[in-house]
T-cell receptor, first 114, second 113 residues
Framework: AQTVTQSQPEMSVQEAETVTLSCTYDTSENNYYLFWYKQPPSRQMILVIRQEAYKQQNATENRFSVNFQKAAKSFSLKISDSQLGDTAMYFCAFGMNTGNQFYFGTGTSLTVIP | DTEVTQTPKHLVMGMTNKKSLKCEQHMGHRAMYWYKQKAKKPPELMFVYSYEKLSINESVPSRFSPECPNSSLLNLHLHALQPEDSALYLC????????????FGPGTRLLVL
């Protein structure tokens, strides 16, 4: 079975600063996919970034980047130049290469302080 | 267009009522999902439909009955719910390829009295 762990239930960061959210996972699979989703208060869950496990290069999307360490089974999200709109719950998710099921972590509630 | 729509946005129902939640996508996705989400918790998978056929049922009580009438539409029929079923119900869809991103709708916030 796959498990995803987010060890930081809550975090805060000053506006314009950088913050890193951690995610670790456990799997015996070699091919899989990892995701960070953002869910602002009372708003829709949206994809932040996606990483394919067979790619060594870390994914980036504008101010968002990941540090993917396959051997350590670690997938952290770095948010640079934090903005007030980044305040949200962030969920790390693991997707198998077969089937359609995602395994979600417990989430990290991030608050950006003006 | 990466939009998944859900109706209604909010729903209040009594324990003897029958109601339905609706989800729609026009992205050509052939996988559709129902999740239940409690406040400050991750989504919990309930059902997965692949090519309009139920492929995963995560031991959900029979008072929840999913239906996929066509490739764009997903319903969740509710009957005789309990107060503990109050939650945000999320629909998602994706392409049927490995590792595809799931696109989520805004959810229906359900309150069972």
């Amino acid at each position: 079975a796959q498990t995803v762990t987010q060890s930081q239930p809550e975090m805060s960061v000053q506006e314009a600063e950088t913050v890193t959210l951690s995610c670790t996972y456990d799997t015996s699979e070699n091919n899989y996919y990892l995701f960070w989703y953002k869910q602002p208060p009372s708003r829709q869950m949206i994809l932040v970034i996606r990483q394919e496990a067979y790619k060594q290069q870390n994914a980036t999307e504008n101010r968002f980047s990941v540090n993917f360490q396959k051997a350590a089974k670690s997938f952290s999200l770095k948010i640079s130049d934090s903005q007030l709109g980044d305040t949200a719950m962030y969920f790390c998710a693991f997707g198998m290469n077969t089937g359609n099921q995602f395994y979600f972590g417990t989430g990290t509630s991030l608050t950006v302080i003006p | 267009d990466t939009e998944v729509t859900q109706t209604p946005k909010h729903l209040v129902m009594g324990m003897t009522n029958k109601k339905s939640l609706k989800c729609e996508q026009h992205m050509g996705h052939r996988a559709m999902y129902w999740y239940k989400q409690k406040a400050k918790k991750p989504p919990e998978l309930m059902f997965v439909y692949s090519y309009e056929k139920l492929s995963i049922n995560e031991s959900v009580p029979s008072r929840f009955s999913p239906e996929c009438p066509n490739s764009s539409l997903l319903n969740l029929h509710l009957h005789a719910l309990q107060p503990e079923d109050s939650a945000l119900y999320l629909c998602a869809s994706s392409l049927l390829r490995e590792g595809e991103t799931q696109y989520f709708g805004p959810g229906t916030r359900l309150l069972v009295l």
